[in-house]
């Protein structure tokens, strides 16, 4: 079948929830991708954020096919090596003590606000416990993280979600203050919005809240889901400013395309929260999604990934700055590391048509935003690639 018959059997066969472009792709290599037809896109787009070590990566390929001979899964029944040595890693990369993996971030955050509410009721054996969350966040679609994602046109149809969530404003540590009283056990946030827009958190309101959280034994949950495993240039963002969680939550570039999330938790937590039959998944942390952890992590380390992101971010704001000086309708860039966003004065939507015409792959963050996530190994001469294509694509 050609291109158009297959997205035919597409429409007639899977769910209308996306709205996808006209393409079928076929494979990928490096920071490229190709369709059927063997046309080749520029990816700065990277499965949103998962695709870290971009496409066709031999040896993180060759690590999936040798666990794939071996074993695949056994159910969490009995101890597997490569979930042991995943954990390990990611214990050193994000400085936690505590890990669950799951199969998506969605239920990586679902399992953080389980903890969080279970080491509330120890406390008080109460059930009445509230979260604060913040406004134009996105934690996932499931129920629970639906319910701490602070945009109302994801919950509204779904609700009743679960209940005593409040929302505040990131960088407004008032109206945190305003939110908490003596039932709240948790405070979710992203320290990079994605979704909301690319809004990075600052340094004094992390300060203030994790600050507020040791003051009344709150818990301070970080969604990391697409900010962390390297995209800000730290492993996690809140590294950067060495303002630690009690509870993490991880994914997208933890599999880098293995469906595989995590959310980890220091010892004090971990020691008065979930425990024995609180909480399960059948397929979290199986031997081939953790032989993918184990393997990109290693990467990380051996590939300097970590070093290459600090190196090229300024470059990379310098040419998205230019952008924006050269075309009035580009309101602002914000973002942080691999992780940035333009800010126009109307709809995007026409623009990254146009890219995908022209062999550029863009997503938006809301109407008004192209947000690039690209491969953490793009170079200078991808940017400058994607930097003028788009520049072809914007109209004045």
């Known amino acids: 079948m050609n291109m ?3 997205i035919d059997e597409a429409e007639k066969a899977l769910l209308h929830t996306y709205n996808r472009y006209q393409i079928v792709l076929d494979r990928g290599d490096g920071v490229y991708l190709y369709d059927l037809e063997g046309r080749k896109y520029l990816d700065f787009v990277a499965g949103i954020a998962v695709f870290a070590l971009g496409y066709n990566n031999k040896e993180y390929n060759d690590a999936l096919k040798n666990q794939i001979d071996k074993l695949i899964h056994t159910s969490n029944y009995y101890y597997n090596v490569p979930a042991i040595e995943a954990a390990k890693r990611v214990k050193r990369a994000s400085g936690m ?4 993996f799951t199969n998506s971030g969605a239920e990586a955050v679902e399992g953080a606000i389980k903890a969080a509410r279970k080491y509330a009721y120890l406390k008080d054996g109460k059930t009445d416990h509230e979260i604060i969350a913040m406004n134009h966040s996105f934690h996932g679609r499931t129920m629970g993280a639906l319910a701490v994602t602070g945009n109302p046109k994801y919950r509204e149809a779904f609700e009743p979600l679960i209940g005593n969530v409040k929302f505040a404003d990131l960088n407004d540590f008032e109206s945190v203050l305003s939110k908490v009283t003596d039932r709240t056990c948790a405070i979710i946030m992203e320290p990079v919005q994605g979704e909301g827009g690319l809004y990075p958190a600052t340094e004094e309101f992390l ?4 600050a507020l959280c040791d003051e009344r034994d709150i818990l301070l949950i970080f969604d990391e889901i697409q900010c962390g495993m390297g995209r800000t240039g730290y492993m996690y963002a809140w590294q950067r400013y060495q303002i630690k969680p ?4 991880s994914a997208k570039a933890l599999g880098c395309g293995i469906p595989l999330g995590a959310f980890m938790m220091t010892e004090s937590v971990a020691a008065n929260s979930l425990t024995s039959g609180d909480h399960g998944t059948t397929y979290g942390g199986n031997p081939l999604a953790a032989a993918a952890a184990e393997k990109v992590l290693e990467l990380f380390e051996k590939n300097h990934i970590i070093e290459h992101v600090r190196e090229i971010t300024p470059y990379f704001e310098q040419r998205l700055e230019y952008l924006a000086a050269k075309h009035d309708c580009i309101l602002e860039r914000r973002g942080m590391g691999f992780m940035q966003g333009l800010v126009f004065d109307r709809p995007v939507g026409e623009i990254i048509n146009r890219a995908v015409e022209k062999g550029l792959l863009l997503i938006n963050a ?3 935003i ?3 996530v690209p491969a953490l190994i793009i ?4 940017i400058d690639d994607m930097i003028t294509i788009l520049d072809e694509c914007i109209w004045s």
């Open 379 to 382: 170079t200078k001469e991808n």
């Open 97 to 100: 003590d505590r890990v669950f």
């Open 4 to 6: 158009k018959e297959y």
């Open 207 to 210: 300060r203030k809240v994790r």
């Open 246 to 249: 009690d509870i993490m939550t």
């Open 370 to 372: 192209i947000r690039f």
């Open 366 to 368: 809301g109407t008004h």
